[in-house]
């Protein structure tokens, strides 16, 4: 079965340090792998997605995430953070063979303190 | 805007009463999903739709609930005879299925609904 581990339900760090969100993954499949971002009261947006393409993906607002296969991870980084990406992140398989739903993991709430 | 809209985004009702959210996909899009988020939770999936078939059905989706999609376009969630254990955020999202198979879903930004 498919599923998704976000080792971290908190994480916090302060303004210019780098980011850490930690995300495993279990699929019988080779996996399209996202992760979304929620902001307090807004949609969720996908910040990134890996598709067996580079194993090392950039998103947008300078986040990226790199796929290891041999430990089954895709952690999202960011060199330096910044205030505005206070907000909870989600890591998300896709199951392409079962109509392309989505797994979200619990969440990861990111603090960022000035 | 060209976005997925979801109507309405608050609703709030008394336990027993009937309830129906809408949800308008970005207009190519052929697939249309809904999904339930509690708080503190990820998103779990409900249901998905192919143009106007509706594909699957989670087993979190009870006989309470019913989706359409006619036309293919808009789709509605229905909630009948609501508990208190139904409220929270119903999330609608769309995509384009494409070759590569990567299924970037596009999300509306919910209905939140408070059963009473």
């Known amino acids: ?53 580079a194993t090392l993906v950039k998103g947008i607002n300078g986040f990226e995430a790199e796929f290891k296969k041999s430990e089954t991870s895709f ?22 063979n079962q109509g392309g739903k989505l797994i979200f993991g619990q969440g990861t709430e990111l603090s960022v303190k000035p | 805007d060209t976005g997925v809209s979801q109507n309405p985004r608050h609703k709030i009702t008394k336990r027993g009463q009937n309830v129906t959210f809408r949800c308008d996909p970005i207009s190519e899009h052929n697939r249309l999903y809904w999904y339930r988020q509690t708080l503190g939770q990820g998103p779990e999936f409900l ?4 143009n106007e078939a509706q594909l699957e059905k989670s087993r979190l989706l009870s006989d309470r609930f019913s989706a359409e999609r006619p036309k293919g376009s808009f789709s509605t969630l229905e909630i009948q005879r609501t508990e208190q254990g139904d409220s929270a955020m119903y999330l609608c999202a ?12 596009f999300f509306g930004p919910g209905t939140r609904l408070t059963v009473l």
């Open chain 2, 47 to 50: 249901t998905y739709f192919q």
């Open chain 1, 75 to 96: 952690h999202l980084t960011k060199p330096s953070a910044h205030m505005s990406d206070a907000a909870e992140y989600f890591c998300v398989v896709s199951l392409y």
């Open chain 1, 1 to 53: 079965a498919q599923s998704v581990t976000q080792l971290d339900s908190h994480v916090s760090v302060s303004e210019g340090t780098p980011v850490l969100l930690r995300c495993n993954y279990s699929s019988s499949y080779s996996p399209s792998l996202f992760w979304y971002v929620q902001h307090p009261n807004k949609g969720l947006q996908l910040l990134l997605k890996y598709t067996s393409a």
């Open chain 2, 94 to 105: 769309s995509s384009l299925v494409s070759a590569s198979g990567a299924n970037e879903q």
